[in-house]
Structures are given as C-alpha cells and as structure tokens.
C-alpha cells in the first residue's frame, strides 16, 4: 500500500511539473482583452496601438534579410501569443542557420523559390524547395536554414509565429562572434586555430 501511494505521489508531482513546464514554454494567458503599456492608460487606446507600419525596404546588399515584427516592435502584440518576420532575398542568399526557442514557425514564400531544411534532434536533415504559395513548418527550438538558389531573381516571405517574442539563436553568431577561446573552439571542430579565426573574421560584425 506504502509503495502505491510513494507512486501515485511520485506521478502526481510530475504531472505538475509537466504542465508548469509546458505554461513557462509558451506564452502566458492574460486576463484581460489586451496588455496596455505602462507608459499609456487605457482612456489613451485608439485603433492606432493595434497598428503597425511594416518597412520591408530591401538593405541593397547581397544577404538575406529578416524585418520582425515582435512584441518589441509592436507592443500591442504583449500577451497576444503572435508575431511574424518578413524576409527578403536577394539572388544567392542564404539566411543563416538558427533556432526559435520559444515558438514554432510557418514559414510562407510570396516570392520566388527558397530552398529550406531543418534538422531534428536525432540529426535528420529535412529539406525541400518552396515556390510562391507554399508553406513550410519549423517546429520549435530546431535549427533551420533558408536559401535563394536563384542566381538572377529574388526572393521573399513572410513566417508567422506561436508566440508574441520567438527569440532567435544565429548559430554562426553565437559560436564564433560572442568570444569563445579560438582554442576552445578548434577543439569542438576538430581544426586548428587559424581556420577558427578566418571563421570568425567574417562575424567581427554581428548582423543579428
């Protein structure tokens, strides 16, 4: 009987753990219709603050490019549960490998083909070629790319997100342009020093 109750209290907690994880994991309820900023008062909401003017003005340069729009940039998304990027790429452009820890990705191509893929934590690669139209899903916390294999034409889409703040880990930018040791690193690589450095001379300047 001791041993039941030990178990039953042992599964008891775990599904409190569980479902605590799975509330901090996502964005949390809200209870009210929307989150006023603490700088306005609710009699100073107009249809204004659910407003947001999108610039996806191309940078004019050879990398791809992502224009969020987060709780960041559009505070009326606080406590909504949704945000989305824009992306433009220019003609052989890849937008580097990153992940979203706090929200899943549908990722919508408007333009152009992008080839994509993403890998699991078992290692598979999954990868496909996206023209106009089609939709592709980055489950959460998975590190995915995006690519312009075109070499003459552009292309552009738009993702859409689970949560009011994604989060983004640029891969590139984390491991070789945040300060780990070069020795440290051609450790982990399997290379040497110099191959480290030449690495991360490309990202002396972070463009995320």
Known sequence: ???????????????????????????????????????????????????????????GGPDARETDVTMDEFP???????????????PRSAYPTHIHPRASELFLVTKGKVEVGLVDTANKLYKNSLGAGDVFLFPKGLVHYQYNALARASASAVSFFGSASPGEVSLPTTLFATGIDDGILAKIFKTDVPTIQKLKSGLATPRF
């Open 1 to 59: 009987m001791a041993s039941f109750s030990f178990k039953f209290t042992l599964l008891s907690l775990l599904a409190i753990f569980a479902n605590s994880w799975m509330a901090i994991a996502r964005d949390p309820d809200i209870l009210t219709d929307f989150i006023v900023p603490p700088n306005l008062n609710g009699s100073e909401i107009t249809g204004h603050f659910f407003t947001y003017h999108l610039n996806t003005t191309g940078n």
């Open 76 to 90: 009326a998304l606080n406590g909504q549960g949704v945000s989305l990027a824009v992306y433009t790429f220019p």
